[in-house]
């Protein structure tokens, strides 16, 4: 079955930078629509940021534009995100997703129920 694998999660200060990856597996991520989200306990999962594959559509939530970028390596078959200036409330178990359905049908790219796979999430944590 599809498989998505995060890594890169880790324990950084204010300011700093990390970049997450994820591999995915039985999963063709060229012409898809992939995208990372994060979740605290308690709060409802929130799309960060969300890519057409070769579609070079880029999304991103409001409180991560201009310090993330996702993108992507289709030879490889992976996602990354890279996150700088990083804040305490970035902090959060960061998932990445993947969609079976036709690109061109998504209308909510950070929406989670526009995705049917999911990783199984790396954290990351913010000291101030």
């Known amino acids: 079955q599809v498989q998505l694998v995060e890594s890169g999660g880790d324990s950084v200060q204010t300011g700093g930078s990390l970049t997450l990856s994820c591999e995915a597996s039985k999963y063709t991520i060229s012409g898809n629509y992939m995208a990372w989200f994060r979740q605290v306990p308690g709060k409802k999962r929130e799309g960060v940021a969300a890519?057409?594959?070769?579609?070079?559509?880029?999304h991103y939530g409001d409180s991560v534009k201009g310090r993330f970028t996702i993108s992507q390596d289709s030879a490889k078959n992976m996602l990354y995100l890279q996150m700088n200036d990083l804040n305490p409330g970035d902090a959060a178990t960061y998932y990445c997703?993947?969609?079976?359905?036709?690109?061109?049908?998504?209308?909510?790219?950070?929406?989670?129920?526009?995705?049917?796979?999911w990783g199984q999430g790396t954290q990351v944590t913010v000291s101030s």
């Open positions: 997703a993947a969609r079976k359905g036709a690109a061109w049908a998504v209308r909510l790219p950070l929406d989670e129920r526009t995705y049917n796979y």
């Open positions: 890519i057409h594959i070769g579609g070079d559509r880029f």
